[in-house]
């Protein structure tokens, strides 16, 4: 692989807005691990220190290289203090700014955004946790939208049952839906009350 193929991301964002988890996710569903760590159970790859599993927190750098579509991407899970940031700032390409959907705007989000910002990054807004209790991703994107202005516009959505549980995703650039069933995603019809997204 040559250096044209490698990409290097960083994952910015509050302390436990789901930085860790989302690296999780992308080591998972490209194949560079065979099972998807959690947090709470101490078996992510990201956080492997003892102080880190103890506290359930990332207190230092982490790499998670991820291989996708022939393009090596070195995802750089950097803990929530921005103090740690400035130690990749020189090997960052772009950057993944994460949002948790209880939470919405943030401290932490705000300080990635003025980051990028200021060093002309490229960047997006992934917005974590809407599975959980109490989360409520259409707030979350509204308070996005309101403060970053229209440029903040939706590139996947998630699809939610009548219990408010995530059953799958809307593909919004290519119009086309998906539930994720074992870590893999099958196409499904757009929901009615959805095809405006």
């Not at 939470?103 to 705000?110: D, K, N, T």
Request: charged residues 25%.
């Amino acid at each position: 692989m040559s250096a044209k193929d490698i990409r290097n991301i960083v994952l910015l964002g509050h302390s436990g807005s789901g930085k860790t988890t989302l690296a999780e996710s992308m080591l998972y569903l490209t194949g560079g691990t065979d099972r998807l760590g959690r947090i709470a159970d101490g078996n992510t790859v990201c956080d492997y220190d003892p102080e880190e599993i103890r506290r359930q927190i990332s207190i230092s750098l982490a790499v998670a290289p991820v291989e996708y579509d022939s393009c090596k991407i070195n995802v750089l899970d950097v803990p929530g203090g921005f103090d740690f940031a400035g130690e990749v700032a020189e090997a960052v390409q772009a950057a993944v700014i994460v949002c948790s959907a209880k939470a919405g705007m943030s401290v932490g989000a705000e300080k990635a955004w003025k980051y990028c910002e200021k060093n002309s990054l490229p960047r997006l807004l992934y917005i974590s946790k809407t599975d959980e209790e109490n989360s409520d991703y259409n707030a979350a994107f509204n308070t996005l939208r309101e403060r970053f202005g229209k440029n903040i516009a939706p590139v996947v959505a998630p699809i939610w049952d009548e219990n408010k549980k995530v059953i799958g995703i809307i593909d919004v650039l290519n119009k086309r839906a998906y539930d994720i069933e074992g870590g893999k995603r099958h196409e499904i019809p757009i929901p009615d009350n959805k095809k405006d997204v």
